[in-house]
């Protein structure tokens, strides 16, 4: 039995989620408000026999005891692996504690935790730093914001960081791996950052990871940032989350905007749920971190060119949510910094009415364009229909034709057409598959299936283009749904493997040590998604109608009976597409 199965069995879910939230007895089953959204009636339930809980309110999501943890405490999977098996007394083989890039990781968020408050004394104390106070003056922001994004000061000289750092204990090796510290050409180092006003910058758990920097004078490039380093990737990084975290999650909204001022304004006039981008372009590793805590992102960026463009690039994310994006439309000439310190109840009203991200790339794209020219009406058709092609859902894509049908003044069927062009496998296979990620619940041990699944998979890397319909919600076991969450990112064992937790290696060696018979992969991996598919939607059923019966049995709301027998129509009508599916299989082998 492995580490993880053992803890499963050992620990009760009920005793689990009963140190977080109050749990009311429903029936054989328990349920409560969800911890993970604003409610009034309790939608959140927990079941014993299964040993997994599920949100049938805004949520819509569940899982088993690991996912509740990584959900609630906002961390990874390895890390409530050490949490629950210190909890359940099993003890974790050493292989997988002995994370030596673990070790390194904590190591850098000491380094630049210290260096953080070395710049923070510098700009409380520091005469030097007086300009720098001036800056926070005039900007408006406060003493306690100061302190709660615990802004900084660096002074201008070439060794006064690294000569503190050392004092306490620091090597240059470890200055130079954090990117604290540059080495010039004839092998002598010296401070990165001088003379500028430093933010520094924190992951999700607050760990801080590198710092950006503002200069206070034209004698320098206004703003730089830290290095790559093992724990600081721009390209992942978002400024304030760590602040923001538990208002996203409680509001199930974020709001992303460019810069670190938009941020800090924002908090300070009580808009928590802001994070920022740390410059125009947003990327997929940036929404990735955020569908963790919320699906609904509304866009906030610079009401110029460079953020109109990153917008628009912010289309093909809304598959990576399986949601909308949406856009706060800012004034010309205004950033958010602007308009919240000038009318905050504006700012809230702007938010309150953003609209979706496609139809501010229809409005864009088209408002530049002559329809009433051939070629500009050609191309709207084209580079919209190309967005179209992206849509997962039916009913959006015949949607947005119908936009795209007026404004262009093209027929419906010659722009249906354009679009199942884009739709074809040839252009498919052009364009990057995001995953669609949502948590539910999981068996308690192995899972054949699953494995059988997660064997094609990485024996046969090339069906990437034919999983698109496998989602990470039919992947029960914790681990399993992990393993498949961290191949759709890589595709390819040795980064696999590198981007995995070590806790699940073993399972991922395991898997890769069976063999797959070579014939008809294809088919075959149609098939174990179909049935995949069919098991998770009976589970929902199943699920479902338990809580029901505790609803019905305590007298519940019309309207929360009424939505949990509208969701279950919903999944009554998906297993009846299953079962016509599977039957179309079969008549077709005969």
Not at 321 to 345: F, N, Q, S, W
Not at 379 to 397: F, Q, T
Request: glycine residues 6%.
């Amino acid at each position: 039995m492995s580490v993880i199965d053992e803890v499963k069995q050992k620990l009760d879910i009920v005793e689990v989620v009963s140190q977080h939230i109050t749990l009311t007895k429903a029936g054989r089953n328990f349920k409560a408000r969800c911890p993970f959204h604003e409610e009034k009636t309790p939608s959140f339930f927990v079941f014993p026999e299964r040993q997994s809980w599920h949100c049938f309110g805004a949520c819509g999501t569940g899982g088993d005891v690991f996912s509740f943890v990584m959900k609630q405490q906002g961390i990874e999977f390895g890390e409530a692996l050490r949490l629950l098996a210190r909890q359940s007394g099993v003890t974790v083989p050493s292989r997988i504690e002995r994370d030596t890039r673990k070790d390194e990781r904590e190591h850098l968020y000491q380094v630049n935790k210290a260096a953080a408050e070395f710049f923070h004394d510098q700009l409380l104390t520091s005469p030097a730093a007086a300009g720098a106070r001036d800056y926070l003056t005039k900007r408006g922001f406060t003493t306690e914001t100061t302190s709660n994004f615990q802004l900084g000061f660096s002074p201008d000289s070439y060794e006064a960081l690294q000569k503190h750092l050392k004092e306490i204990g620091y090597a240059e090796q470890e200055l130079l791996d954090a990117g604290l510290l540059v080495e010039t050409d004839d092998g002598r180092t010296r401070d990165r950052f001088r003379g500028r006003l430093m933010f520094p910058i924190h992951d999700s758990r607050g760990n801080t990871t590198g710092f950006g920097a503002r200069a206070l004078d034209d004698s320098m490039p206004k703003y730089t940032n830290s290095p790559q380093t093992l724990v600081f990737d721009k390209s992942g990084t978002l400024y304030g989350v760590d602040l923001a975290t538990a208002t996203i999650r409680k509001q199930d909204q974020v709001i992303i905007v460019e810069g670190y001022m938009d941020a800090i304004t924002a908090h300070q006039n009580g808009f928590n749920n802001m994070v920022a981008s740390m410059g125009t372009a947003i990327t997929e590793r940036q929404v990735t971190t955020l569908k963790r805590l919320t699906k609904n992102v509304v866009l906030a960026l610079d009401a110029d060119a460079a953020g109109e463009e990153a917008m628009l690039r912010c289309v093909d994310y809304e598959n990576i949510l399986d949601t909308e994006i949406r856009v706060a439309l800012l004034p010309e000439g205004k950033d958010p910094d602007d308009v919240i310190r000038e009318a905050p109840e504006k700012w809230q009203e702007m938010v309150d009415n953003a609209v979706p991200v496609v139809d501010f790339t229809f409005r864009t794209k088209t408002t530049r364009l002559d329809m009433t020219a051939a070629g500009d009406q050609s191309k709207a058709v084209h580079e919209l229909a190309a967005i179209i092609a992206r849509m997962k859902d039916p009913v959006r894509r015949d949607h947005y034709i119908r936009r795209l049908e007026i404004l262009t003044k093209t027929r419906y069927n010659i722009i249906e057409g354009v679009v199942k062009e884009y739709m074809a496998p040839s252009k498919q296979s052009k364009t990057k598959k995001e995953p669609t990620t949502i948590r539910t619940t999981r068996l308690l041990f192995s899972n054949p299936l699953e494995e059988y699944c997660l064997r094609l998979l990485l024996h046969h890397p090339e069906l990437v283009d034919m999983s698109e319909g496998l989602l990470p919600e039919y992947f029960r076991n914790s681990q399993n749904r992990e393993i498949f969450m961290a191949w759709q990112q890589a595709k390819d064992l040795p980064l696999l493997k590198e981007n995995l937790d070590p806790a699940l290696w073993e399972q991922v060696e395991s898997l890769v040590s069976l063999d797959v018979i070579d014939n008809k992969v294809e088919d075959k991996l149609a098939n174990v998604i179909l049935r995949l598919r069919k098991q998770y939607l009976r589970d929902q059923q199943e699920e479902r109608a338990a809580a029901f019966a505790a609803a019905t049995e305590q007298e519940g709301t019309g309207a929360d009976l009424a939505k949990l027998q509208e969701v279950g129509i919903e999944d009554t009508t998906q297993l009846q597409e299953v079962f016509e599916q599977e039957a179309r299989g079969r008549r077709s082998r005969k």
